[in-house]
């Protein structure tokens, strides 16, 4: 006899209905079942997930400066407030982090004018307009050079004839500069989409790609600046969301109209991007996996973008990335909590083919990397050192057992050269549990081989909003005003699964590995 699912009246519509939903329930319960397979409980407290490198594939190349710093336009505008480029402590924590790009920009850049005529500090030029002199441009640059990083200056693209942009103040500066020997690499106006909102004035983007055009055939008049790089249109986060209003232009609206005809005078297309606003961002925003999710959406927006309008593609970057926007969340964008962020930024935009990533900031706000007083390092800074000595730049592809994003893993071939302790065929790994619970990551390709731990865990009782970072076990701080402390990593036996804390994040590096994309 056979069996009808039929449902020919509605007794037996009734049970057919009943049917279905047990198999629904039914299927729920297998989709349960097969992830707590692929990530299951070791005890009451702890996961288990197995991760895999692709051995034989190089994702992405980035950038040897990929993990660089701003610092913004506004502590030019007051004469470089607290910030001693003669001292020693910030030298040192400075030339640490090289090789870096070091941003000068932000809104106050379409504030800035260079007066080439005035030794001093006072100058009576129009208002609102903010003056910098020579010897404000050559602290700068002095600065840069003795930390050895490289300069990205963002010019005002306020300073207009009419309806164009005006290029002598910018041609003074580079004159300036060409007969120093300053060497920088340009940006033209900072977040010209929002102009409306901020100086209440609007830069049409089809004009800022013609000012772009300007700008460029100065720079080839100067042998210093021939090779530069011309970076932009430095918009916010390409996508429309709900808190944007008529006074912004849709980022990517004006990302697109910008390249249409822009494209072949830029080298860098960047543009801006913070996770949350720090008026409203709480603790679990930090460490939430949808989130840090957003931000790959808005990678593949802006490369789609480029795609469509430079032939040949350019590269991209994130030409200002911090954890909250409005100068960072008080107690959360400088404190342990914030490395979530952080390290998954430089992950996930790693792997999705960006280049360089310019962190907002080094210096100033509540997002900043050290203190503003005494330049205490706070726990990103340590994390950025780490990254720096470890994660070479070559991007590998990492898979997991477990498809749930709570535990999140990035690999790279390790950094090498003066300032490593690692050969060619090593590769770094970095990991982040956001799971409330501690997790042990098996790596069963490496199982014949020690691993060296660097883990970071806050320290104190104040948790993710301590203050302090330590390193195994140990609190990251200076050693004196000139000397860091050494990292040393913990040797991990052969065979033994990695144990991640629970809210925790650190690197793996398997020295042994001898991965042939890594050699």
């Known amino acids: 006899m056979m069996l009808s699912w039929r449902c020919d009246n509605a007794v037996h519509a009734s049970c057919c209905l009943r049917v279905t939903l047990c198999l629904a329930v039914l299927l729920f319960f297998v989709i349960i079942l097969t992830t707590l397979q692929n990530c ?35 502590l030019v505008q007051e004469k470089f407030k607290n910030f001693d480029t003669s001292s020693v402590k910030l030298l040192t924590l ?5 090789p870096c790009y070091v941003r000068v920009g932000g809104t106050a850049e379409d504030l800035l004018v260079f007066d080439d005529k005035l030794l001093d500090k006072d100058s009576p030029f129009r208002k609102p307009q903010h003056v910098f002199v020579m010897t404000d441009w050559d602290k700068i640059n002095k600065f840069v050079s003795d930390v ?9 693209l306020l300073l207009r004839n009419g309806s164009s942009w005006d290029p002598s103040n910018a041609e003074a500066l580079m004159k300036y500069s060409d007969q120093k020997g300053y060497q920088m690499h340009l940006e033209l106006g900072n977040e010209p989409n929002s102009f409306k909102h901020v100086f209440q004035k609007t830069v049409d983007p089809s004009q800022s790609a013609k000012d772009f055009h300007v700008l460029r055939n100065l720079m080839q008049t100067f042998s210093t600046f021939k090779s530069s790089l011309l970076i932009g249109p430095d918009v916010t986060r390409p996508i429309k969301t709900s808190d944007e209003d008529e006074l912004t232009t849709s980022s990517k609206d004006y990302l697109r109209r910008f390249l249409k005809t822009g494209s072949p005078y830029v080298d860098v297309v960047t543009f801006h991007h913070y996770y949350v606003r720090s008026q409203t961002a709480t603790a679990s925003d930090f460490r939430n996996p949808a989130i840090l999710d957003s931000l790959q959406g808005q990678i593949t927006l802006a490369q789609s973008i480029i795609n469509s309008t430079s032939p040949g593609g350019k590269r991209l970057w994130l030409g200002e990335a911090g954890s ?24 996930l935009s790693a792997v999705s083919g960006v280049d360089v990533v310019i962190r907002q900031s080094f210096y100033k706000g509540n997002y900043a990397m050290i203190d503003c007083l005494d330049y205490t390092p706070f726990p990103d800074y340590w994390l950025t050192l780490l990254y720096k000595r470890l994660v070479g730049t070559r991007v590998l ?3 997991r057992s477990s498809l749930d994003n709570h535990l999140r893993v990035y690999g790279h071939c390790t950094r090498t050269g003066d300032r490593s302790k690692y050969h060619a065929g090593a590769v770094t790994l970095y990991i982040l549990n956001l799971w409330a619970v501690d997790v042990e990551v098996k790596l069963p390709q490496f199982s014949e081989t020690d691993l060296h731990l660097y883990l970071l865990t806050p320290d104190g009782p104040s ?13 990251l701080e200076m050693l004196s005003d000139s000397e860091l402390p050494r990292l040393e990593p913990q040797t991990w036996p052969a065979g033994n699964p990695v144990h991640m804390e629970a809210l925790t994040f650190g690197f793996v590096v398997i020295p042994d590995a001898n991965v042939t994309v890594c050699m």
């Open 94 to 98: 400075s030339q640490s982090l090289g």
């Open 324 to 347: 909250s926007s409005g100068g960072g969340a008080p107690l959360l964008s400088n404190r342990y909590i914030a490395g979530f962020m952080w390290l998954d930024r430089l992950g």
């Open 148 to 156: 050895g990083w490289h300069l990205v200056f963002g010019l005002n």
């Open 463 to 475: 948790g993710l909003h301590s203050r302090n970072v330590r390193l195994n076990g140990q609190v």
């Open 397 to 399: 592809e990492v898979t």
């Open 40 to 74: 299951f409980v070791i005890d009451a407290g702890t996961l288990s997930v197995s991760a895999t490198v692709n051995k034989k594939r190089v994702l992405h190349v980035i950038d040897d400066r990929y993990a660089s710093v701003g610092i913004d336009a506004s």
